[in-house]
């Protein structure tokens, strides 16, 4: 099993940029499903950015399409969410989590997807 870490959350004002870093251990990324997923207080997991390494287009949700960009290194074994424009409704702590169950597509469907770690706190603010 492959285990993820997530780090580079942090506090930012609206507008800014924040680059999320997921490092995988004990498995290559490889030829995975990956996503990156997001929680806000009281509210259900949330699905952001998927992909599936080495192949295709990523998926995004409509709530980050054009500002998001979901990318790896399989080198470095390492999933990126670059995030833009950052707004205070972006403000959850991100998870990222490789796709446990077969689906057609690779989408960030939370239910399909886990373990789920510490995640990152992004925090968006004025």
């Known amino acids: 099993q492959v285990k993820l870490a997530e780090s580079g959350g942090g506090s930012v004002q609206v507008g800014g940029s924040l680059r999320l870093s997921c490092s995988a251990s004990?498995?290559?990324?490889?030829?995975?499903?990956l996503g990156w997923f997001r929680q806000v207080p009281g509210k259900e997991r949330e699905g952001v950015a998927a992909?599936?390494?080495?192949?295709?287009?990523?998926a995004y949700a409509d709530s980050v399409k054009g500002r998001f960009i979901i990318s790896h290194d399989n080198a470095k074994n390492e999933l990126y969410l670059q995030m833009n424009s950052l707004m205070p409704e972006d403000s959850a702590v991100y998870y990222c989590?490789?796709?446990?169950?077969?689906?057609?597509?690779?989408?960030?469907?939370?239910?399909?997807?886990?373990?789920w770690g510490q995640g990152t706190q992004v925090t968006v603010s004025s």
């Open positions: 989590a490789t796709r446990r169950v077969a689906t057609l597509m690779c989408t960030a469907t939370p239910r399909n997807f886990g373990p």
């Open positions: 004990g498995g290559s990324i490889s030829r995975k499903c």
């Open positions: 992909l599936y390494t080495d192949v295709g287009s990523p």
